[in-house]
């Protein structure tokens, strides 16, 4: 068969994004499960239509990949970095103006972008994450017009979406839009924009959010059954109230049931799920992606994970800038005082998100050659140059990814068994092997800093 797509949703690499569902009705998007997104099909026959949703799908052999795109979209952009991609300037820092960093993620700059470009009508409509109105989904896309309130948007949603229906919206709706989109998502945004005139000309911008990775519904389910609201009985779920006094990676989580309790707010940090290393209920195509920074956004938008800045509890932004236009106006607010930014260069950036960076370059590199012993379809992906990954380093790489797909399965039966403890008793046995490193692996650390130190006192004599 010509075509990957069908590879992608039988190996389940499907991320639900909604792109095949919009070029053909053979394709359609539902919850799997285990509370993803996923798309299924009707049949395997060929058409025009299905050889689009190939070059639409972010996971298909047949779509460009990120450094395709940034070719044509940011050709004009010189500066390139291997793990950013292409970028104008980098930034970290907040934005001053009340109440966007308050009410806002981190430093609140995709808050204030938004609702920047809306009240400047350099565009009509923006399109983001929402606390969702239907029961079923805490979380959904609105659209947003001028003299609706932006900021009523979630702060951040690890919860499954789909654009689905809002290509629809913009197929049917004219205007100039913006949109919040995962680095996959901006993906099929573009390749769409690039193949299809009508969304080509009403999305004027992608704001990209810096991606761990995408979850599943369990997530919000775990996290309040340990607050003490029962999966079926959640109605609401905040992931990044800001507690003060806390560094910025305490994120404050709380939950409301549908009888309108809310719980206390309380540091996901304390919560098992908390640990975002562990890779619970994550989506197995995140394991299988290679962009961390969104390379076809516009502008990305990060938390500022860096020593200096992660105790801040207002919370600190990252910003990989690759449009003009969005540098001429955060530039513009800054000279205003408006934003309190500064330049960062692209090593403090890669740093803030280091973590991210090794699981989709080395972890990738990993699953992908297991995979390949084992004569398994993967997506294709870019090749990135990795030096020696050391033995203890891909054993642990692999012990995550099992840890994740297990995760699905066993809190689905705690679900039905009605029982929470089942599911942690039987993770912590699972992840505390991931906290753990081997005792080979201690001792070759402790033998490596041992003569680092050693090294230094070397060359302090030798300097006198």
Same mark, same amino acid.
């Given at each position: 068969m010509n075509n990957s797509i069908y590879e992608v949703i039988n190996n389940d690499y499907c991320i639900g994004c909604g792109g095949c569902a919009y070029a053909s009705n053979n394709f359609s998007i539902g919850f799997d499960l285990f509370g993803m997104y996923k798309a299924s099909f009707k049949n395997n026959e060929l058409t025009k239509e299905t050889d689009l949703a190939d070059k639409y799908c972010p996971f298909s052999d047949k779509t460009m990949n990120e450094d395709q795109i940034s070719n044509i979209i940011f050709k004009d952009v010189e500066n390139k970095d291997i793990n950013i991609g292409r970028y104008i300037e980098n930034f970290v820092g907040y934005v001053q103006e009340e109440p966007f960093r308050s009410k806002g993620s981190s430093g609140g700059y995709g808050k204030w972008i938004l609702n920047e470009l809306l009240q400047k009508d350099e565009v009509d409509y923006v399109v983001q994450i929402k606390q969702g109105s239907e029961i079923e989904k805490l979380f959904d896309y609105e659209i947003f017009k001028k003299g609706d309130d932006v900021l009523s948007g979630s702060r951040s949603a690890y919860y499954p979406v789909t654009l689905n229906g809002v290509l629809d919206f913009v197929l049917n709706n004219k205007g100039r839009y913006v949109i919040t989109a995962l680095p996959c998502f901006a993906? =099929?945004? #573009?390749?769409?924009?690039? +193949?299809?005139?009508?969304? /080509?000309?009403?999305? &004027?911008?992608?704001? @990209?959010? !810096?991606? @761990?990775?995408? &979850?599943? &519904?369990?997530?919000?389910?775990?996290?309040?059954?340990?607050?003490? =609201? &029962?999966?079926? +009985?959640? #109605?609401?779920f905040e992931f990044r109230d800001k507690i003060k006094n806390l560094a910025a990676i305490q994120k404050g989580v709380y939950a409301i049931d549908k009888q309108g309790n809310k719980t206390q707010v309380v540091s996901s940090k304390t919560l098992y799920g908390g640990n975002w290393g562990? @890779?619970?209920?994550?989506?197995?195509?995140?394991?299988?992606?290679?962009? =961390?920074? /969104?390379?076809?956004?516009?502008?990305? !938008? @990060?938390?500022?994970?860096?020593?200096?800045?992660? +105790?801040?509890?207002?919370? +600190?932004?990252?910003?990989?800038?690759r449009n003009q236009r969005i540098f001429d106006l955060t530039i513009e607010a800054v000279k205003q005082g408006r934003l309190n930014l500064i330049p960062i260069s692209v090593d403090e950036i890669v740093l803030s998100q280091a973590g991210g960076l090794r699981n989709r370059r080395e972890g990738l590199l990993v699953r992908l050659e297991r995979k390949k012993a084992q004569r398994q379809w993967t997506p294709k992906k870019r090749y990135f140059p990795i030096s020696k990954i050391e033995p203890e380093r891909k054993r642990l790489y692999i012990r995550r990814e099992k840890a994740s797909l297990l995760s699905h399965k066993l809190f689905k039966k705690a679900k039905l068994i009605d029982d929470l403890h089942f599911f942690l008793k039987k993770m912590k046995n699972k992840t505390g092997k991931l906290d753990m490193p081997s005792l080979k692996y201690r001792i070759e650390n402790k033998l490596y800093l041992a003569w680092q130190h050693y090294k230094k006192l070397i060359k302090k004599v030798l300097n006198g």
């Amino acid at each position: 068969m010509n075509n990957s797509i069908y590879e992608v949703i039988n190996n389940d690499y499907c991320i639900g994004c909604g792109g095949c569902a919009y070029a053909s009705n053979n394709f359609s998007i539902g919850f799997d499960l285990f509370g993803m997104y996923k798309a299924s099909f009707k049949n395997n026959e060929l058409t025009k239509e299905t050889d689009l949703a190939d070059k639409y799908c972010p996971f298909s052999d047949k779509t460009m990949n990120e450094d395709q795109i940034s070719n044509i979209i940011f050709k004009d952009v010189e500066n390139k970095d291997i793990n950013i991609g292409r970028y104008i300037e980098n930034f970290v820092g907040y934005v001053q103006e009340e109440p966007f960093r308050s009410k806002g993620s981190s430093g609140g700059y995709g808050k204030w972008i938004l609702n920047e470009l809306l009240q400047k009508d350099e565009v009509d409509y923006v399109v983001q994450i929402k606390q969702g109105s239907e029961i079923e989904k805490l979380f959904d896309y609105e659209i947003f017009k001028k003299g609706d309130d932006v900021l009523s948007g979630s702060r951040s949603a690890y919860y499954p979406v789909t654009l689905n229906g809002v290509l629809d919206f913009v197929l049917n709706n004219k205007g100039r839009y913006v949109i919040t989109a995962l680095p996959c998502f901006a993906k =099929v945004l #573009r390749n769409i924009a690039l +193949n299809d005139e009508i969304i /080509g000309s009403r999305i &004027k911008h992608i704001i @990209g959010i !810096v991606c @761990g990775h995408l &979850k599943s &519904k369990a997530f919000a389910e775990l996290m309040a059954w340990q607050m003490g =609201v &029962k999966p079926e +009985n959640l #109605r609401i779920f905040e992931f990044r109230d800001k507690i003060k006094n806390l560094a910025a990676i305490q994120k404050g989580v709380y939950a409301i049931d549908k009888q309108g309790n809310k719980t206390q707010v309380v540091s996901s940090k304390t919560l098992y799920g908390g640990n975002w290393g562990h @890779g619970l209920f994550k989506y197995k195509a995140c394991d299988y992606c290679d962009d =961390v920074f /969104g390379e076809t956004a516009d502008v990305s !938008v @990060g938390d500022a994970w860096l020593n200096e800045y992660i +105790n801040d509890s207002g919370g +600190n932004n990252v910003l990989v800038i690759r449009n003009q236009r969005i540098f001429d106006l955060t530039i513009e607010a800054v000279k205003q005082g408006r934003l309190n930014l500064i330049p960062i260069s692209v090593d403090e950036i890669v740093l803030s998100q280091a973590g991210g960076l090794r699981n989709r370059r080395e972890g990738l590199l990993v699953r992908l050659e297991r995979k390949k012993a084992q004569r398994q379809w993967t997506p294709k992906k870019r090749y990135f140059p990795i030096s020696k990954i050391e033995p203890e380093r891909k054993r642990l790489y692999i012990r995550r990814e099992k840890a994740s797909l297990l995760s699905h399965k066993l809190f689905k039966k705690a679900k039905l068994i009605d029982d929470l403890h089942f599911f942690l008793k039987k993770m912590k046995n699972k992840t505390g092997k991931l906290d753990m490193p081997s005792l080979k692996y201690r001792i070759e650390n402790k033998l490596y800093l041992a003569w680092q130190h050693y090294k230094k006192l070397i060359k302090k004599v030798l300097n006198g």
